[in-house]
């Protein structure tokens, strides 16, 4: 790995914790909406396999040894949406996969092409997260989808959007300043 790839995955490892922050907590559940999964789209649409998944990695260990990285400046994963946050590493490697099977002829994914790059990925997150979570509550598989995905899941398709519209431009613009 280049050293310019592992910058481009710490950086995300860190973009990933401040997005995280931002978030608000939601009237239907104890669980906050943040922007983290916005960051995870954005890592994997944005490098590629091998540093989006060390990246997104890193982010997941730091959290889990107790760094303060996840929502509300907390760390460890023993909490009922563990299952998500273990998610993100594979997410990234899903979404940098299918960017880099459809980029166009000029480098660049079209729009229609990088917006199903997040549909992958957020399966991905919703079988780890529901998973993790009946594990850990005790609830069945439908129950968990109920509480865990279903109140969530039109912000997630407004985050996954927002990372498939941000990716395209952003990549032009570093390619502009020759960046990337």
Do not use: H
Request: aromatic residues 14%; positive net charge.
């Amino acid at each position: 790995m280049k050293t310019k790839d592992m910058a481009e995955a710490a950086l995300f490892t860190a973009v990933t914790a401040v997005f995280a922050q931002i978030g608000f907590p939601q009237p239907f559940s104890t669980v906050p909406v943040t922007l983290s999964l916005f960051a995870v789209f954005l890592c994997g649409m944005m490098l590629d396999k091998k540093a989006a998944f060390l990246s997104q990695l890193a982010y997941v260990l730091l959290g889990a040894v107790g760094a303060p990285v996840f929502y509300g400046f907390a760390g460890g994963l023993v909490r009922p949406t563990g299952g998500f946050v273990i998610a993100y590493p594979f997410m990234a490697f899903a979404a940098a996969w299918i960017t880099e099977k459809v980029r166009g002829k000029n480098g660049t994914p079209s729009l229609a092409r990088i917006a199903a790059a997040a549909s992958v990925p957020l399966v991905i997150c919703y079988a780890f997260g529901c998973l993790w979570f009946a594990f850990y509550t005790g609830a069945s598989l439908p129950a968990a989808f109920a509480v865990a995905v279903v109140p969530f899941a039109a912000f997630d398709i407004v985050k996954a959007a927002a990372a498939s519209m941000a990716a395209p431009l952003l990549q032009r613009a570093l390619r502009r300043q020759r960046v990337q």
